[in-house]
């Protein structure tokens, strides 16, 4: 199975800030890799696809970039709605396998 | 509008069985491999099958291998995992989620299973 090394577990920002979160892969997984936004008693929801593409309804602030085995989700300017979880998952290969999970907390 | 909606969570003795559904409308479910998604309490999220739209290829998580089982009704736009030989560890929230080629776009409320004596 892919493993999936996520970091940082959590991190503490103020509104405004930007913020990047990474995802590394344990092999090559092309551009597979989405990334969601989980809020406490909530479902994920998709933010990114295809590791750069935002998905439909979501605020450009949020961004993707990467390929092969390293990926980022950028945060530009952190907004209060945005505190939350942050998943990665690549979809390259069964088993589909996530990232441990990062808390953006408020500072 | 994209729905998918589970049922079937509770609470059940370690050793026990329990049959999760997802009922899904607003898209053409017959389209669309779909996954099932588990959540522990306080823990993050893990992957646990998927099945094909025609229901021909089927792939599990080696956690569950041997134990669930997925399945689909077209006709009825449902998703299922049959679980059998529950255990503690089990215990989580159980998501259905749509799963179009670029990863899971759609996923449900979630249903909570407990594994506990």
């Known amino acids: 199975a892919i493993q999936m090394t996520q970091s940082p577990s959590s991190l503490s920002a103020s509104v405004g800030d930007r913020i990047t979160i990474t995802c590394r892969t344990s092999?090559?997984?092309?551009?597979?890799l989405g990334w969601y936004q989980q809020k406490p008693g909530k479902a994920p929801k998709l933010l990114i696809y295809?590791?750069?593409s935002l998905q439909s309804g979501v605020p450009s602030r949020f961004s993707g970039s990467g390929s092969v085995t390293d990926f980022t989700l950028t945060i530009s300017s952190l907004q209060p709605e945005d505190f939350a979880t942050y998943y990665c998952?690549?979809?390259?290969?069964?088993?589909?396998?996530f990232g441990q999970g990062t808390k953006v907390e408020i500072k | 509008e994209v729905q998918l909606v589970e049922s079937g969570g509770g609470l059940v003795q370690p050793g026990g069985s329990l049959r999760l559904s997802c009922a899904a409308s607003?898209?053409?479910?017959?389209?669309?491999?779909m996954n099932w998604v588990r959540q522990a309490p306080g823990k993050g999220l893990e992957w646990v099958s998927s099945?094909?739209?025609?229901?021909?290829?089927?792939y599990y998580a080696d956690s569950v291998k041997g134990r669930f089982t997925i399945s689909r009704d077209n006709a009825k736009n449902s998703l299922y995992l049959q679980m059998n030989s529950l255990r503690a560890e089990d215990t989580a929230v159980y998501y259905c989620?749509?799963?179009?080629?670029?990863?899971?776009?759609?996923w449900g409320q979630g249903t909570l299973v407990t594994v506990s004596s």
């Open positions: 989620a749509r799963a179009p080629p670029i990863g899971l776009d759609y």
């Open positions: 607003g898209f053409t479910f017959s389209s669309y491999e």
């Open positions: 099945i094909s739209s025609s229901g021909n290829h089927i």
């Open positions: 092999q090559d997984i092309r551009n597979d």
């Open positions: 295809a590791a750069s």
């Open positions: 998952l690549q979809y390259y290969n069964y088993p589909r396998t």
